[in-house]
């Protein structure tokens, strides 16, 4: 079984900074890509930021130039630094494991929990 636990959300004022954190967990051989996911109240799951195995990175054209995905592969760790926040960035972030491997050999996919992220004065 394959965890993945959030953390780094809460609330901030405009222009601030915060940083997510998601650590993977469990019977893992590898992972392909690993991201980050929001969604605002009312409206549809978007894709914030990703990076695969090999380091490549994808953002969303709202966040380019303020926010910024890592990954620490040893650790099974995704990172998203978030600067010069705005109050539309207030969502709930979901970390996302794209097509795991577990060591009894099963490929899928899992999803964190989700922590909230305000952006307000």
């Known amino acids: 079984q394959v965890q993945l636990v959030e953390s780094g959300g809460g609330l901030v004022q405009p222009g601030g900074s915060l940083r997510l954190s998601c650590a993977a967990s469990g019977n893992i051989f590898s992972i392909n890509a690993m991201g980050w996911y929001r969604q605002a109240a009312g409206k549809q799951r978007e894709l914030v930021a990703i990076v695969t195995s090999g380091g490549s990175t994808n953002y969303v054209d709202s966040v380019k130039g303020r926010f910024t995905i890592s990954r620490d592969s040893a650790k099974n760790t995704v990172y998203l630094q978030m600067n010069s926040l705005k109050p539309e960035d207030t969502a709930v972030y979901y970390c996302?494991?794209?097509?795991?491997?577990?060591?009894?050999?099963?490929?899928?996919?899992?999803w964190g929990q989700g922590t909230q992220v305000t952006v307000s004065s």
């Open positions: 996302n494991a794209d097509r795991v491997r577990t060591t009894d050999w099963v490929l899928r996919n899992y």
